[in-house]
């Protein structure tokens, strides 16, 4: 029996939704006026008055652009507090194009400010035609970039298995959500022969559609390979590692998990190269956790990879995901983590593989909210 769920990778049109702006300053009436501005040109803008709050309001909410002061501590002229807000919406992912506003503009501090990720200065006093004309620049060429993210969202949809092999001892499934529409995450259900099935989770350096040329590139390797005849995880991985490194950059590397289930012995063969480790929910309910057995793929020339071998008995449930799913983190910054994933799995284990996968990804959701700072991959092979 068997079961896959299609990945909904989907991007929603520009014009589905007002053109979002957050706004930071410390001044009361400066917010304001930007606020009026930019309701009147049909934007929706969301203000907060601190670096603080503009990072926690960037990392749990969606916004198309970042409209922030440069200077927040009274008297003061340098622009390091802001400089320093770029470095941190930096570091914590963030996508949204940043313009930057400040009272003291100096060529220096402009070109500063844009070295370190803003895409437009204005200086204060602003004149409302240079704002709205920044905006309107930003906002044209991301209808330009989701024009193009939607046409590559379709391609890497149809990457993804939208079908798969019937076998009578187990029921599989998975999902990919992509974080930025494209990503770098990737699953797979290979055929390997006679009663074998290979399945794969892969977490490819990087995000968006860098991330994504890569990944198409790895489920390259993988089926080349696997129709090459070569099914032993070493083997197989040992191949993929030598093509992988080969093509790409030296800071492109990929964890990830790669399983070969017979479907006579129910044994699963796996190579579990540096990626998280896949949760096995045993029928009287011990939770055991497969462990590496070799280092990710791509990143060092010499590589080796050990294999390691399972047991799938009727009722076991095996979990493969993505540290997007453990790394989901709330408004507050706690992450989901792999205690309430476990608890997730094990609450769930009764279900359809197609239901443990939605039960998962809507759990994952529900804690995180809407917009995931990374892809949420998930994959189930129940034991029937």
Not at 90 to 109: D, F, H, K, R, Y
Not at 195 to 208: E, I, N, P, T, Y
Not at 332 to 346: H, K, S, V, W
Not at 351 to 377: C, K, P, W, Y
Request: with cysteine; net charge negative; proline share 3%.
């Amino acid at each position: 029996m068997m079961a896959t769920v299609e990945s909904p990778v989907t991007v929603a049109p520009a014009a589905a939704r007002p053109y979002r702006v957050l706004v930071c300053d410390d001044q009361p009436d400066v917010l304001h006026a930007l606020q009026l501005l930019l309701k009147g040109q049909g934007y929706e803008a969301v203000t907060v008055d601190s670096p603080r709050a503009l990072l926690r309001a960037a990392r749990s909410e969606g916004f198309d652009l970042i409209l922030a002061d440069l200077n927040y501590t009274r008297d003061t002229t340098s622009g390091e507090e802001g400089l320093d807000l770029l470095a941190g919406l930096e570091s914590q992912g963030n996508t949204a194009p940043v313009i930057v506003m400040t009272a003291w503009a100096s060529i220096e501090l402009a070109v500063e400010a844009m070295r370190r990720g803003a895409c437009d200065f204005v200086q204060k006093p602003w004149d409302n035609q240079r704002v709205l004309a920044a905006i309107r620049k930003q906002a044209a060429s991301q209808r330009r970039r989701q024009s193009e993210l939607e046409i590559a969202a379709t391609v890497q949809q149809k990457l993804f298995p939208r079908a798969g092999r019937r076998l009578g001892t187990i029921d599989y499934a998975g999902q990919c959500v992509a974080a930025r529409g494209v990503g770098g995450d990737y699953y797979d259900f290979l055929d390997l022969g006679a009663d074998s099935l290979g399945f794969v989770l892969a977490d490819v350096s990087g995000k968006g559609v860098p991330a994504a040329l890569l990944m198409a590139n790895l489920q390259a390797c993988f089926r080349t390979q696997a129709a090459a005849g070569a099914h032993d995880p070493a083997v197989l991985l040992e191949a993929v590692h030598r093509h992988f490194y080969s093509s790409t950059a030296s800071d492109r590397f990929a964890t990830l998990f790669f399983g070969s289930y017979d479907n006579q012995t129910r044994r699963m063969r796996y190579a579990n190269c540096g990626h998280c480790a896949p949760l096995l929910l045993r029928a009287g309910s011990e939770l055991m956790r497969l462990e590496p057995t070799a280092t990710m793929l791509g990143a060092f020339e010499e590589w080796s990879c050990a294999e390691d071998e399972v047991s799938l008995d009727p009722g076991d449930t095996l979990l493969l995901y993505s540290d997007g799913v453990t790394e989901a983190a709330d408004h507050a910054g706690q992450e989901f983590g792999e205690d309430r994933l476990a608890r997730t799995l094990r609450e769930n284990s009764t279900l359809t593989a197609v239901d443990q996968v939605r039960e998962v990804v809507n759990a994952v959701s529900a804690f995180s909210g809407t917009s995931h700072m990374d892809d949420i991959t998930v994959v189930v092979i129940r034991s029937v």
